[in-house]
């Protein structure tokens, strides 16, 4: 299906210490993550390219992997698969060299009208990923990220880039917003004015600026380093106790919706929490004794 991406993709056509990591738990080596549910994906890839990670990859080419209602079925429910899956402990969302995600499917978007789009929830899926999945998740952006792209790579946990990615939301150029948390997620990562300036101009931002910005924990010159540093960095995660890793992630997520006393009240709370479980006696004990820990995820 032929998509309509957004004003700034036309011509296109014409021109990417000391705490080391533990041993892992028992995983499978790296193999092609097989399930019968992947024989039925039609717009994306899925695999296991390293022992503990799961990987995840938008596969629409001819749309610039625009996101439609159908790819984000499939994507939630491949991120659902993979955070059931005992063996997967971290995540990797890309997309091409090319585009990570050029937007919305524009032609599905045009005939809506509110009474539907308000009624059917409209979108509301997009955002699925940030609450039904506990595990980590790295966003390998190289190309465009524009709108719909953008809302997506700022869900996950941590955005790798590079430098020459292209990042925007241009919603006002087609006479609407964004609409799957744009406003609120790059507001919180770049600050009120610059957030204002980028989502009331259209204007695209680089990965060097993401990088600088924020936006992006790291940029990288090529789509090869990229997704070698965003899978190398999964498999370190990956190499930490699950217990500890999701408590972690979701203390710093903590710190996006409430306030600093509060913020540090319930990270310590989870701190102590931890104390309860056998991972936090095992790495204590392995650091002492200068060997690595061995998690059992309890």
């Known amino acids: 299906m032929r998509s309509v991406a957004f004003n700034s993709l036309r011509g296109l056509s014409r021109a990417g210490s000391r705490f080391q ?3 892992l738990p028992r995983v499978a080596a790296a193999r092609a993550y097989s399930t019968p549910a992947e024989n039925q994906y039609e717009f994306i890839q899925v695999s296991e390219p390293r022992p503990g990670v799961g990987q995840v990859t938008l596969n629409r080419p001819k749309a610039l992997n625009a996101l439609s209602t159908p790819l984000i079925t499939e994507l ?13 402990r971290a995540i990797v969302l890309t997309g091409s060299e090319r585009a990570f995600a050029a937007g919305a499917d524009i032609k599905e978007m045009a005939p809506l009208t509110f009474s ?7 979108i ?9 999945v506990k595990k980590p998740i790295i966003g390998a952006v190289s190309g465009h990220a524009l709108g719909g792209g953008c809302e997506l790579a700022l869900m996950t946990d941590i955005i790798y880039c590079t430098k020459t990615a292209n990042f925007g939301q241009p919603e006002i150029k087609l006479g609407t917003i964004p609409g799957a948390g744009g406003s609120q997620r790059l507001t919180r990562a770049v600050g009120k004015s610059k957030a204002m300036e980028l989502i009331l101009t ?3 931002f680089s990965g060097e600026e993401a990088e600088r910005w924020g936006v992006a924990a790291r940029a990288f010159g ?6 070698e540093q965003a899978l190398k960095t999964a498999e370190t995660i990956a190499g930490y106790s699950r217990v500890a890793v999701q408590a972690a992630k979701e203390v710093v997520n903590k710190s996006q919706e409430v306030g600093l006393r509060d913020g540090v009240e319930y990270e310590r709370r989870m701190f102590h929490a931890l104390f309860g479980s056998q991972d936090q006696k095992i790495g204590m004990k392995a650091f002492a004794e200068k060997g690595k820990a061995k998690w059992v995820d309890e």
Do not use: C, H, R, V
């Not at 509301?124 to 039904?132: D, K, P, R």
């Not at 090529?222 to 997704?227: C, D, K």
């Open 21 to 23: 990591p533990a041993t």
């Open 76 to 88: 939630n429910s491949a991120l659902l698969s993979f955070q059931q899956s005992p063996t997967i």
């Open 116 to 122: 539907k789009a308000y009624l059917d929830s409209f």
């Open 124 to 132: 509301e899926s997009w955002s699925n990923l940030t609450f039904t």
């Open 202 to 204: 259209g204007k695209s």
């Open 222 to 227: 090529s789509y090869e380093e990229l997704m």
